[in-house]
Structures are given as structure tokens and as C-alpha cells.
């Protein structure tokens, strides 16, 4: 019986790990970003090639859409690409960053491939500032940080390196030429990660999505005297992580004029106020989802490089995953406005906190009776500086941004308490 159906159950065997084999390699392709499939490179493109046209020959949609980001100049009610002054537009942080660069020119953010000349234009780059400045604007660093070590790129000067420094952010900081994978291209990233003790390369193409944005938009600082670029996130990456950070490291960017405290600048840090229990990141929703969505020309289906508000472009960037695009872009209006209120509260709470230190100290009273009342103001401006400088205007993580206003205000304030109390 069984050696007379040997030859069927062979047979049968054979064509079952036949389809298997090829719903396999089906589920291969479908999971290959869309334009990577069997395309043959028209040209060679070196593996860190700064040129991003070059590797444009290859990939026309990509590179077309990413050309794009050099004109947007839409503004939306808190963000789009016009670069207005933040400082006019809200002139309390004059007296917030008092005594420091960004109380002389502070800009509203634009596309990527405006970055060089950005960054090269505003007020607060002088003969001082350090190369490290150039760590997020071009398309040059991933080969310059292989060729000459990122100490030894971190130590130069900004106006020395600036002769190496030729294209603006491009296809180099954000991919591997030889299989386009997405890549972490900063240094100081993956050792951010290495701290929490992650390592990229096993990350999923999801996480890579969402990582690859934090080669640039993050906190950071400059350690030491070699300016060392360096992510603040060994303790983890929420703001209370990186807040403990700075206190156990003592770092100090500048020391406020009126009130005497030290205090620390916080820069977009969007991928941490984002992954910080987001609604979105916690449904596994990544920045690329909503700043790159897919877009057709023709039959070709590829990844808008044209990354700018979600909300100029909204039918594919939520459309996606949202079928009432209405309703959700009404709530970020509805989140953004109270986030902007919430924000201008603690404002005013930290003008009064610094005021209030001014008339202590120019009343006499001593270091050691304002230690208290300095102490809080650090902490408190730090929090709100972590909202106000990540640019979605609450939009990525609205409980985080709600919660950590409400302990900036409450800091502020206790800061003016002990300040009156301190007054000889
Ligand atoms: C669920 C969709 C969504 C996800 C996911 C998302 N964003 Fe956003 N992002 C937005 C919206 C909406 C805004 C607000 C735009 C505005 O106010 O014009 C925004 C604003 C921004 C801005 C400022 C844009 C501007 O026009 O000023 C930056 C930069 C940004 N996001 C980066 C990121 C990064 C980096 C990530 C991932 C860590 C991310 N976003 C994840 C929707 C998203
Ligand atoms: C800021 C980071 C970033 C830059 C800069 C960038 N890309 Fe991408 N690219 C992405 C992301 C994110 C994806 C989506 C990858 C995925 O889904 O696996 C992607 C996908 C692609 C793909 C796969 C097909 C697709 O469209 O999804 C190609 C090809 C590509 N990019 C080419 C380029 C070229 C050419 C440049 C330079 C002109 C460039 N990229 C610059 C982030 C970037
Ligand atoms: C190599 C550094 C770098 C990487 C990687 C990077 N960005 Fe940016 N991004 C910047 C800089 C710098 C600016 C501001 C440029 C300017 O104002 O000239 C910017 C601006 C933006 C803006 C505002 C655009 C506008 O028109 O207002 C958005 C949105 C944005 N980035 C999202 C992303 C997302 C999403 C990713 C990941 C897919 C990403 N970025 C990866 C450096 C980077
Ligand atoms: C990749 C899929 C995806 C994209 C793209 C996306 N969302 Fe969502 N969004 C979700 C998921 C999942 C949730 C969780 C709740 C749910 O299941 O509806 C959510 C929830 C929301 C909520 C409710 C938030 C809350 O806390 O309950 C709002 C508002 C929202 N999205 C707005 C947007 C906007 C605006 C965009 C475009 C800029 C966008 N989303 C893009 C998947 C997405």
C-alpha cells in the first residue's frame, strides 16, 4: 500500500516545497521597498557618494521629490517652511534666552536641501563655533567622519571645515549605496543607542524608518573641549532621562545674565518626544509614515523624499491609515492650540521665576540663599525647552508635552517662591 503510492507522495512532496518556495520569495518581494525591486543601477554610485544627483541617475523619483524640499515655502499655523523669526513672533525669548545665541537669530526650520546654506546664513555661527555645527547639514559628513575619525572632525573649526563641506543634506546621510538600506550614518547615534545597549543593525525596517531621522533630529550636546558630539540618552531618552543626565554630568551651555543659573539649550528633539509612548509610535506608526508617505507617478510607486509638514500634504500622509482625513488633521489643530497656550503659560511662569531671582540677587541675597531657586529655574526652563523646541507643536506625543509643561510650570514657580523667600 505504502510502496505503491511512493511515487505520488514524492510528487506531492516536491510540488508543496515548491509553492512554498514561492509564496516565500513573493513575501520577499512584497516586503522589498517598492523601487529596489530588480532595478539595475544605471550608474555606480560610491558607498558614501555626498552628490546626491549622482545617485539620482539611478533613482529619479526619489531624487526629483528630494529637489523638491529646496522651494517648499508654505508656512502652517506652527510649522511649514517659511523661516520666520520665532523670536519675533514671540519675543518672551528674549528675556528666556537671555545672554545667549539664540536671543540674537532663531528661525522657524526649512527643507533639507536648504540645510548648507541655512546654516551658513544665520547670526549665531561666528570664528568660534566648532565644526561639530556641520554634524547635521550635509551629505558630506558620513565619508568625512569615515576618513578623519569624528574627534578629529568635531575639533575643527566651523569656518575650516566649511572648505570640505559641499552638498547639502542628501541620499549619503540616510542610505547604504550598494543595497539602499537605511543606515545610521552619525556616529554619535549609534553610540546613543550602544549607551541603552541597542544596536541598529538588528533593528526591523519599521524601527530603521523612524531611526534613521534620529541621525539629525535629537538632543545633543558638545563634550568636553574637543566638542565631542554627544546624544545625552544613557540613562534613556525620555526628558526626566536626559534632565538626570545633564545633572549628574553638570553640563552647562550658558549662564542665564539676570537670574545666575546655568542652564542647558535644549535642539529638535523629535525623535525622543516622539518615541516617548506616543499614541502613534506605540501602534508602530514611524516618522517616514506620515513625512514620506508613498506617492504614484505613472505605475512607479516609491517613498516621497519631499519631507515637510504632513499637514500641506495630508490626503497622503494620514490618508494612508485615516479614512476621515478631516477629522484628524481638525484634531491637530484642536492639540496644537492647546499645546501652544499650555506652552505660553509656562512662559510667562519662567519670566517671573527669572525676575523674581534678578530682585533677590540685586537685593543682596547670596549664592548659597538663590541655590535653591536656580536649581529650579535649570530644571524648569530645561522642560519647557524640550517642548518648545521640538517642532510639531505638540502634535507627536500630546499627553508628554501636557505632562512635562505641567512640571515646567510648577518648577517655575517654586523657583519664584524660593527666590522671594531668599530676598535678605
Ligand atoms: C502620525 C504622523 C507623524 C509622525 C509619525 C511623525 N510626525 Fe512629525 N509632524 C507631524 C505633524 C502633523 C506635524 C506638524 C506640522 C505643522 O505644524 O505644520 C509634524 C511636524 C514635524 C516637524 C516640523 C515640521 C515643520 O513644518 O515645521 C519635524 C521636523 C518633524 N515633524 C519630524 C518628525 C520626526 C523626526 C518623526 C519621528 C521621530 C516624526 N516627525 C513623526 C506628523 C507626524
Ligand atoms: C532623511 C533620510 C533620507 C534621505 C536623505 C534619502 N532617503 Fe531615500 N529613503 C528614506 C526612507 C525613510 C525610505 C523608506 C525606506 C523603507 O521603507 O524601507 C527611503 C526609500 C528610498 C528608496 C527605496 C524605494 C522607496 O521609494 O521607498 C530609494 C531607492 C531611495 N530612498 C533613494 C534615495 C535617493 C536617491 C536619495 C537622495 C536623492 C535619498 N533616497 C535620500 C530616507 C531617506
Ligand atoms: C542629516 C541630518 C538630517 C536627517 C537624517 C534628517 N533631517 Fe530633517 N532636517 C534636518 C535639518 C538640519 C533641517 C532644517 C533645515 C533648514 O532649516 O535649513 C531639517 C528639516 C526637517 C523638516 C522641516 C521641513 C520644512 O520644510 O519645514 C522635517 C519635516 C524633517 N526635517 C523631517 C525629517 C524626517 C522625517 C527624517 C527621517 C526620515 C529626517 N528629517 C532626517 C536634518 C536632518
Ligand atoms: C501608518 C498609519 C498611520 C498614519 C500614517 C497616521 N496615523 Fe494617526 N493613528 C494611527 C493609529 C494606529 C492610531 C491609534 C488609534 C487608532 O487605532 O485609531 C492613530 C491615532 C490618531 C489620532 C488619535 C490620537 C489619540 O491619542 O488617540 C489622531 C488625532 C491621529 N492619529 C492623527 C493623524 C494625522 C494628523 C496623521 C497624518 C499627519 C496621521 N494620524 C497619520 C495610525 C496612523
Request: a negative charge; aromatic letters at 8%.
Amino acid at each position: 500500500m505504502i510502496k505503491k503510492n511512493a511515487p505520488a507522495i514524492i510528487v506531492t512532496g516536491i510540488i508543496l516545497i515548491l509553492a512554498a518556495a514561492v509564496i516565500g520569495l513573493l513575501f520577499y518581494i512584497k516586503n522589498l521597498a517598492p523601487q529596489t525591486r530588480g532595478i539595475q543601477p544605471l550608474v555606480e554610485v560610491a558607498l558614501m557618494e555626498p552628490d546626491s544627483s549622482k545617485w539620482g541617475q539611478n533613482f529619479p523619483n526619489q531624487y526629483a521629490t528630494y529637489l523638491m524640499t529646496a522651494t517648499n515655502n508654505t508656512r502652517t499655523t506652527y510649522g511649514g517652511s517659511e523661516p520666520f523669526s520665532k523670536l519675533e513672533a514671540d519675543p518672551r525669548l528674549l528675556t528666556l534666552f537671555g545672554g545667549y545665541s539664540f536671543s540674537i537669530e532663531y528661525n522657524e526650520e526649512r527643507g533639507h536641501a536648504n540645510a548648507l546654506t541655512d546654516v551658513r546664513a544665520i547670526a549665531r555661527v561666528n570664528e568660534t563655533t566648532p565644526g561639530t555645527c556641520y554634524s547635521c547639514k550635509s551629505s558630506n559628513n558620513p565619508s568625512l567622519w569615515d576618513e578623519m575619525g569624528m574627534a578629529a572632525y568635531d575639533a575643527t573649526l566651523f569656518s575650516e571645515l566649511g572648505a570640505h563641506i559641499t552638498n547639502p543634506i542628501g541620499c549619503a546621510n540616510c542610505h547604504d549605496a550598494e543595497t539602499m538600506a537605511l543606515v545610521v550614518t552619525n556616529p554619535a547615534l549609534e553610540a546613543g543607542l550602544e549607551a541603552q545597549g541597542l544596536d541598529w543593525t538588528t533593528f526591523s525596517r519599521q524601527q530603521m524608518r523612524t531611526v534613521v531621522c534620529a541621525n539629525c533630529h535629537v538632543e545633543y550636546y558638545f563634550e568636553g573641549d574637543g566638542k565631542f558630539l554627544t546624544f545625552p540618552w544613557a540613562n534613556g531618552t525620555n526628558i526626566d532621562n536626559i534632565a538626570d543626565y545633564y545633572e549628574e554630568d553638570g553640563f552647562t551651555d550658558w549662564t542665564h545674565p539676570d537670574s545666575g543659573t546655568a542652564m542647558v539649550k535644549m535642539q529638535h528633539p523629535e525623535y525622543e518626544m516622539y518615541t516617548s509612548d506616543s499614541t502613534h509610535y506605540m501602534a508602530g506608526v514611524a516618522c517616514a509614515d506620515c513625512h514620506m508617505p508613498y506617492t504614484r507617478d505613472g505605475s512607479a510607486k516609491f517613498s516621497s523624499h519631499n519631507v515637510m509638514s504632513p499637514l500641506l500634504n495630508a490626503e497622503a500622509a494620514c490618508g494612508a491609515c485615516h479614512t476621515d482625513v478631516e477629522y484628524v488633521t481638525g484634531r491637530v489643530a484642536v492639540i496644537q492650540a492647546l499645546s501652544y497656550k499650555t506652552l505660553i503659560a509656562t512662559e510667562d511662569a519662567l519670566v517671573s521665576c527669572i525676575e523674581a531671582i534678578k530682585a533677590a540677587k540685586a537685593a543682596g541675597a547670596s549664592d548659597a540663599a538663590l541655590a535653591e531657586a536656580r536649581a529650579l529655574h535649570r530644571e524648569a526652563q530645561l522642560r519647557w525647552d524640550f517642548v518648545a523646541a521640538e517642532n510639531s507643536m505638540g502634535f507627536h506625543n500630546p499627553e508628554e508635552v501636557l505632562r512635562t509643561l505641567a512640571l515646567a510650570t510648577d518648577m517655575a514657580r517654586q523657583a519664584e517662591i524660593s527666590a522671594m523667600q531668599a530676598m535678605p
